[in-house]
């Protein structure tokens, strides 16, 4: 049985079933840095278990079509609300698994955003896709170094530029440390002895990644020795941290759309209005940075509420279902990205894993759009889902700020009437 076939249904009905499919495939150590979260992985969890406490309230007796599906962002049409997200590595999991997942995309009309941590060139990935493709930036190696990939970006077609803000420090992946990824990707031929046992049980991943180059290094990230070694990463992320003010610089390079990635407050919101940016993705990464903070979901209405409409706002964060996209819409994402998703279909599968991750959500978008009794995306709205009564403090509070405004503002002008 081929690894395509080990992933058609009705084996894989769901992306749970795809992330089985990649952990049975996958070496400890690639799985769980897909998997795996920051800290206790609180965050992770909940990114998930958020969209259980928002509840559907459906229109009966509706016949509805097949529901339309098409969203534009940015001014780009896409056939499907949501694009894969940019996710680091993912080489790691398919030999050339970024181009896979690029043509993934293209072949359904949704979008894909590259990383700037690849393991495979922007140029590659570009040419393997007729799709729509943005490009995620870090400033890993400093400015003269972003620039470059910044500029080559431009110039083979990417059409959006997301600036990832949320990455001061690398977070703390516990299970990464237990599985020993450092010494795995360093030089010690004894340090990495304890953990390559479980590395050679996986001899069909293992040769898929010999065969497409071995050790991985960044082709995007090309510092004056070379591209960037992949043991090098945590520290290059210490020594780039992006500040509200590199957006003047990177505008000046960059004249198309740009989007920044980590919003996760009502200030930060109307921080990146004010800076003019394009659209916001309301992100905790994955859980893969800050422990403990406000799940993505959650955090959304805030966002939507402060930014006002100004700009268009995305979110990403524990997609698992079509479901969870429809709740996300509902509550002010113009688009979702998804991540793990199919990340896990990549690795279960490379492109075939990725079109059936695809799959899954796009049916049950539709099949959850039908039975709400809608017929396409502009048809969804706020009193479709019903909220916990503590499920939105920033709204209240923006709420109460915008009213305690307005109250100061009259009371300004009963003042400057009394002074006439």
């Known amino acids: 049985m081929s690894l395509a076939s080990s992933v058609a249904p009705p084996r894989v009905m769901n992306i749970a079933d795809l992330r089985?499919?990649?952990?049975?495939?996958?070496?400890?150590?690639?799985?769980?840095?897909?998997?795996?979260?920051?800290?206790?992985?609180?965050?992770?969890?909940?990114?998930?278990?958020?969209?259980?406490?928002?509840?559907?309230?459906?229109?009966?007796?509706?016949?509805?079509?097949?529901?339309?599906?098409?969203?534009?962002?940015?001014?780009?049409?896409?056939?499907?609300?949501?694009?894969?997200?940019?996710?680091?590595?993912?080489?790691?999991?398919?030999?050339?698994?970024?181009?896979?997942?690029?043509?993934?995309?293209?072949?359904?009309?949704?979008?894909?955003?590259?990383?700037?941590?690849?393991?495979?060139?922007?140029?590659?990935?570009?040419?393997?896709?007729?799709?729509?493709?943005?490009?995620?930036?870090?400033?890993?190696?400093?400015?003269?170094?972003?620039?470059?990939?910044?500029?080559?970006?431009?110039?083979?077609?990417?059409?959006?530029?997301?600036?990832?803000?949320?990455?001061?420090?690398?977070?703390?992946?516990?299970?990464?440390?237990?599985?020993?990824?450092?010494?795995?990707?360093?030089?010690?031929?004894?340090?990495?002895?304890?953990?390559?046992?479980?590395?050679?049980?996986?001899?069909?991943?293992?040769?898929?990644?010999?065969?497409?180059g071995g050790l991985m290094s960044f082709p995007n990230v090309v510092l004056p020795d070379g591209p960037m070694r992949y043991a090098a990463v945590a520290a290059a992320l210490e020594q780039s941290v992006v500040s509200w003010a590199d957006l003047k610089w990177i505008r000046e390079l960059w004249k198309g759309p740009i989007v920044i990635k980590g919003i996760l407050t009502a200030e930060d919101g109307e921080r990146a209005v004010d800076e003019g940016v394009n659209a916001v993705i309301v992100s905790n990464h994955g859980g893969r940075q800050l422990d403990g903070v406000f799940p993505a979901l959650r955090a959304l209405p805030e966002v939507v509420a402060a930014v006002r409409g100004r700009i268009e706002v995305l979110v990403d964060g524990g997609i698992r279902r079509g479901s969870d996209i429809v709740k996300a819409l509902v509550l002010g994402a113009k688009a979702v990205l998804v991540g793990r998703a199919y990340a896990y279909g990549l690795g279960a599968a490379g492109q075939a894993g990725v079109a059936r991750a695809i799959e899954i959500l796009t049916a049950d978008l539709n099949r959850t759009l039908r039975l709400l009794g809608v017929a396409s995306l502009s048809d969804l709205d706020p009193s479709m889902i019903e909220l916990p009564a503590d499920f939105a403090p920033g709204r209240r509070r923006l709420a109460a700020m915008a009213d305690a405004g307005r109250a100061m503002d009259g009371a300004s002008e009963h003042r400057a009437t009394d002074v006439h």
């Open 20 to 212: 089985r499919a990649a952990m049975r495939r996958l070496p400890r150590a690639v799985f769980d840095y897909v998997d795996g979260g920051a800290d206790a992985e609180n965050t992770l969890r909940s990114n998930v278990s958020i969209f259980d406490q928002i509840l559907f309230r459906p229109r009966g007796a509706v016949a509805s079509p097949r529901a339309n599906l098409e969203t534009t962002v940015l001014g780009q049409r896409f056939s499907l609300p949501f694009l894969l997200a940019p996710v680091g590595s993912t080489r790691l999991l398919w030999p050339k698994g970024e181009v896979d997942a690029a043509r993934a995309a293209a072949a359904v009309g949704a979008g894909y955003i590259l990383s700037t941590l690849a393991g495979t060139s922007l140029e590659e990935v570009k040419a393997g896709s007729t799709g729509t493709c943005w490009y995620q930036v870090y400033l890993v190696g400093g400015r003269e170094v972003a620039s470059a990939a910044i500029e080559r970006a431009r110039k083979v077609g990417y059409s959006a530029l997301v600036l990832t803000v949320d990455t001061a420090i690398s977070g703390l992946r516990e299970r990464d440390y237990r599985n020993g990824v450092a010494h795995l990707a360093g030089s010690n031929l004894f340090r990495k002895l304890p953990y390559v046992w479980n590395v050679l049980a996986h001899p069909g991943w293992l040769l898929g990644y010999l065969g497409d």
